[in-house]
């Protein structure tokens, strides 16, 4: 399956900006969004299990961010606001095949088949 991430710009810390992911085909149960910030490692944001839509955060997210899903485009989204500039980071999606999850394996980028290429989200302070 191809992922194609899109959305990313630059924004003002405290605005708004919506992510998507398109998926080339319906080969996974879930999907996630990680991000990078230059230095540092690939962490986890938010994550969906596509058949009943429930959603993981991160703790950092504090309640921000609003992942969602679009079944029959094959696509995730990811509404970010109260953007802060600690939240600048190349975001990526994600998804993989498994029944079988828990908060730990959602969480872990190892967990993951299949990822698309970044999207760059720029927060000016």
């Known amino acids: 399956v191809q992922l194609q991430a899109s959305g990313g710009g630059l924004v003002q810390t405290g605005g708004s900006l919506t992510l998507s992911c398109a998926a080339s085909?319906?080969?996974?149960?879930?999907m996630g969004w990680f991000r990078q910030a230059p230095g540092k490692e690939r962490e986890f944001v938010a994550a969906?299990?596509?058949?009943?839509?429930?959603?993981y955060y991160a703790d950092s997210i504090e309640g921000r961010f609003t992942i969602s899903r679009d079944n029959s485009k094959n696509t995730m989204y990811l509404l970010m606001s109260g953007l802060k500039f600690e939240d600048t980071a190349v975001y990526y999606c994600?998804?993989?095949?498994?029944?079988?999850?828990?908060?730990?394996?959602?969480?872990?980028?190892?967990?993951?088949?299949?990822w698309g290429r970044g999207t760059l989200v720029t927060v000016s302070s």
């Open positions: 994600a998804a993989y095949n498994s029944p079988f999850t828990s908060v730990s394996l959602i969480r872990r980028p190892s967990t993951y088949n299949y």
């Open positions: 969906i299990s596509w058949d009943y839509g429930r959603p």
């Open positions: 085909e319906r080969t996974f149960t879930h």
